[in-house]
């Protein structure tokens, strides 16, 4: 078989594979990692319930939009800096990390200032002046999958940020556009195996996006860990009805509860970690 175009995204270049340490979390390792919190950061006090609720469920890394990429230009984009601090601050009252999306390079630096990590979403993904740019920063990536990206082109645009000497770099599979229509897009599950086998980086799901309905979302969730996954990123929210984006498949709290349960009992059967029982937060 013929070398992989991508050198630093490949096995071959660090065959026991990446844990991403940062704090107590380690992507990665042994123990899944669960990510959750709402679409977009719609205000103060329902992040910070929001992250009481992803603390207490045994979820360490906090997730929420302020720089939203949305469909419409008349939809609700998001609460930029004013977001970007309150989600800090949600993240910090509960011992939390906080992920949030970077959508252009005029405003990596200052979600870098508050990020603990940088997502570049799925409509970013071939935006190569962006990738070189994140892979500038001295902050991990949470790399998207592109809607129609194959998994060589989803592994090259890793090793843009990758040769920029950025190497704290993780994946994740949201679902691709497929002509099946009975979910928002198709969770690629076999893109999993195909990834921890090509790629030594983290591999994260997100049963959120790809399902776009709440109640598919614990199955997929379940199936991507079975699977192989190094963790999942959720959309979860109090009151979805009055979400202000993807209210439809943000899970409510008693689904985020039952995610965290099953979650546990799946790691365990494949080998795996996860600890549900809530870190004790001690103030500084
Ligand atoms: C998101 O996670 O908020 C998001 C917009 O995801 P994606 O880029 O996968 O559509
Ligand atoms: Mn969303």
Known sequence: MSAPPYKLASRAFCPHGTVIQLGRVRIGGDEVVLMAGPCS???????????????????????GGAFKPRTSPYSFQGLGERGLKYLRDAA??????????????GQLELVAKYADILQ?????????????????????????????????????????????????????????????????????????????????????????????????????ALAAIAAGADGLIVETHPKPEQALSDG????????????SERLEQVAVAVGRTFTKSPVEVTSP
Do not use: W
């Open 92 to 105: 910090d009252e509960h011992g939390l990390l906080a992920v949030t999306e970077v959508m252009e390079i």
């Open 41 to 63: 950061i719609e205000g103060e006090a329902m992040i910070h319930q929001i992250a009481a609720m992803v603390a207490e469920q045994g979820g360490t890394v906090l997730r």
């Open 248 to 259: 439809p498949q943000a899970l409510l709290p008693q689904q985020l509860a039952q995610l």
């Open 120 to 220: 570049i979403g799925a409509r970013n993904m071939q935006n190569y002046p962006l990738l070189r740019e994140a892979g500038r920063a001295d902050v991990p990536v949470l790399l998207k999958r592109g809607l129609c990206a194959t998994i060589e082109e989803f592994l090259l645009a890793a090793e843009y940020i990758m040769a920029e000497g950025n190497r704290r770099v993780m994946l994740c599979e949201r679902g691709i556009r497929t002509f099946a229509d009975h979910s928002r897009f198709t969770l690629d599950i076999a893109a999993i195996p195909v990834l921890k086998e090509r790629t030594h980086l983290p591999v994260l799901v997100d049963p959120s996006h790809c399902m776009g309905v709440r109640d598919k979302v614990l199955p997929m």
